[in-house]
């Protein structure tokens, strides 16, 4: 016996890593980029096995070929466009004139002897690609699945199709782009289809390889060519959850570790944003990240289907009940998602819990302390003033004041578990729609805010969101609450060098990688005769924006709420290894020194967080008074600009 199992560790040791991971049917090359010409191998362990294969992404079946003898994988660049030469995708589609960037998708299996089945293996070669060259350092994605399921006429998901023929009968007289319907439009599972994921990281080796279904995703940005992609796991596909880091970093919302799986992601082609710069929603999405909701992880990617380049997309954390059960751990049978007043995942029932929130919020007198107190157990409003302050601060107009755009969960059953006390939390997508998209940059005085204060929502459809903010307005507390919010969304989130660094970040990578997106997919005056300077133009627009807001806004509050003239705080620290400052409810970054402006009408609170090993010794201010110079939580009141040092040792 001893003998027998050194002999299988012998033959497994010489297998390659890919016949381990696949079981009985394997490459003799691992999926990535290779420099010359390969000759690929399809090896079984069973050598009385027929082995049948697929070259352009479908499943092998029985009536596939039979592999006899090496493949040879040459660079595919020059071969005519397949896909890329297809209509029908969009009104005034946009078709390339260039040859496409390709690889080779193979899949295969193997029928052994008794009839049986082995498990499909799909493979992607690049052959001649400088994936360095052409895509720096984020992943590729590439999909196989079936062509008619994507783009036959009656049932594929990514044409206009039949649909679009019986609606364009329907209509009378003429209409946008962006209004049309066809089979894109359509959703729920009967619209979902089978795709394998093969993930290869950034230095061009295979992260993982998953079957899953794929559905397309978005509003308005369904009618582009290039489509938003939703990549869902579900058992029927083999795993029921995603579990591979695919976004580097990401911290779950509750602070506890890192999310190690996903039921879903999207493949984002930048919605509203998709013809300017790209970045707006990951760039947001970022910068957001520490406030009292939360927020999508998002990754730059380039992805290809069925061997062909299909562009750049933003592969996007996706929201769901899983997806909150992994972030937060609350049972995701337990969790009821809202989306613009209408249940998103839950029961129909549940929409019952939203309406009691609502209808109480809205038609109470909030000024009232008990009818507040009520309200703060059934909706997180500190959470709450931060999504309407950060909404506000970057002028987002296709967001939650336009009733559009938003999305709230809460445990059904409420226990004494983190995160089942009954409260609805906030969940931030889509905020691309903002910071002057259309225009030049330079609307950052716009005053987006008096309108909203001064709005009582009768005008508005039933279970607007302004109604419930504008009730909860009247009320102090939370007035207090939303204006300290506006405040540190500027001074803190917005703050011009964290902006910068971060875009500066960004820029390089979504210029590089969107020539060639504009290139495949158009539009056709980008690509014919403004394809070097448009993004650029376009991301200092959003720079200028950006620069301009921080600069103005608190003037533009000064105005608005018509308080005294803002004053400018600043808070060090002796040393900020030893320790941190929350300011109201925002923690600031791990430096010396912090500058913000305040207005004298609302104290800071302050609370000093000493760092692992070490303690707080007490505040150290100047020219204003604090409600306790030795507590680590406090309060500062002041009438003109300030300092005040938090002490560790």
């Known amino acids: 016996m001893r003998k027998l199992l050194l002999t299988l560790l012998f033959i497994c040791l010489l297998l390659p890593a890919a016949a381990l991971a696949e079981g009985n049917v394997y490459f003799s090359h691992e999926s990535g980029f290779y420099d010359d010409t390969i000759d690929l191998e ?70 052994y002897e008794d009839g049986s089945l082995s498990e499909i293996i799909s493979g992607t070669f690049f052959v001649g690609v400088d994936r360095e060259e052409l895509y720096g350092d984020v992943p590729v994605i590439s999909l196989m699945t079936d062509r008619e399921g994507f783009f036959g006429y009656e049932n594929g998901i990514y044409t206009m199709g039949a649909h679009f023929d019986e609606w364009h009968s329907q209509q009378v007289g003429n209409y946008e782009d962006w209004q049309v319907q066809g089979n894109f439009s359509q959703k729920g599972r009967d619209w979902e289809r089978p795709v394998t994921v093969q993930f290869l990281t950034a230095d061009g080796s295979e992260g993982f390889t998953q079957d899953m279904g794929v559905r397309i995703k978005g509003g308005v940005s369904r009618s582009f060519a290039q489509k938003s992609l939703r990549l869902i796991a579900r058992a029927d596909y083999g795993e029921k959850n995603l579990t591979y880091p695919v976004f580097e970093n990401n911290l779950r919302a509750d602070g506890n570790g890192m999310v190690e799986k996903y039921k879903s992601i999207t493949l984002r082609n930048g919605g509203n944003d998709t013809e300017t710069t790209r970045l707006r929603d990951p760039l947001f999405q970022s910068l957001a990240e520490g406030m009292g909701f939360m927020v999508q992880a998002t990754r730059p990617c380039v992805v290809f289907l069925n061997g062909e380049y299909w562009g750049m997309y933003t592969i996007t954390e996706e929201y769901s009940d899983s997806a909150v059960q992994n972030n937060y751990g609350v049972d995701d049978k337990n969790v009821i998602i809202i989306k613009n007043g209408r249940v998103e995942d839950g029961e129909d029932s549940d929409i019952e819990l939203y309406e009691q929130m609502f209808d109480f919020i809205a038609e109470n007198d909030m000024t009232d302390p008990a009818n507040y107190e009520q309200a703060s157990a059934m909706l997180d409003l500190p959470g709450f003033a931060q999504y309407c302050a950060f909404h506000l601060y970057i002028n987002n107009e296709d ?125 056709e005056w980008i690509a014919r005769w403004n394809l070097d300077n448009y993004q650029k133009d376009k991301l200092e627009q959003l720079a200028t924006y950006l620069r301009g807001r921080y600069d103005r806004f608190p003037w533009m509050l000064k105005k608005v709420i018509g308080y005294e003239y803002p004053v400018e705080a600043t808070i060090t620290i002796n040393d900020p290894s030893l320790g941190q400052v929350q300011v109201n409810r925002t923690l600031l970054p791990a430096a010396e020194s912090y500058t913000g402006i305040y207005f004298t009408e609302y104290d800071l609170a302050l609370t000093a967080i000493p760092a692992e090993g070490h303690t707080f010794k007490g505040w150290q201010v100047t020219d204003a008074t604090l409600s306790d110079e030795a507590a680590a939580s406090t309060s500062v009141s002041f009438q003109k600009n300030f300092t005040v040092q938090a002490l560790f040792e």
């Not at 009536?63 to 030469?85: C, H, K, Y």
């Not at 207090?480 to 001074?491: G, H, P, W, Y």
Request: net charge negative; charged share 30%; with cysteine.
């Open 399 to 523: 967001g939650i004041f336009e009733n559009n755009n938003w999305m709230i969960w809460r445990a059904r059953e409420t226990s004494d578990e983190p995160y089942c006390d009954g409260q609805w939390r906030f969940l931030l997508f889509d905020t691309e729609h903002s910071a002057d998209i259309w225009g030049d940059g330079r609307s950052f005085v716009t005053d987006n805010i008096t309108p909203v204060i001064t709005d009582n929502g009768a005008e508005h459809e039933d279970r607007h969101p302004q109604k419930i903010f504008y009730s909860l307005y009247q009320n102090e507390d939370f007035r207090r609450e939303f204006i300290t919010a506006l405040s540190d969304v500027r001074n803190v989130y917005f703050h011009t060098d964290r902006v910068e660094e971060t875009l500066e970040a960004m820029k390089p990578i979504y210029v590089k990688l969107m020539r060639d997106t504009y290139l495949r997919f158009g539009p």
């Open 42 to 111: 399809i090896l079984c362990d069973d050598p009385e096995a027929l082995i049948y294969y697929t070259l352009d992404g479908t499943a092998p079946t029985l009536d596939s070929v039979i592999f006899d003898g090496a493949l040879t994988l040459e660079d595919r660049t020059q071969e005519p466009n397949d896909l890329a030469a297809l209509i029908g995708f969009s009104r005034n589609q946009f078709k390339t004139e260039v040859n496409v960037t390709k690889c080779h998708v193979i899949r295969a299996m193997a029928e």
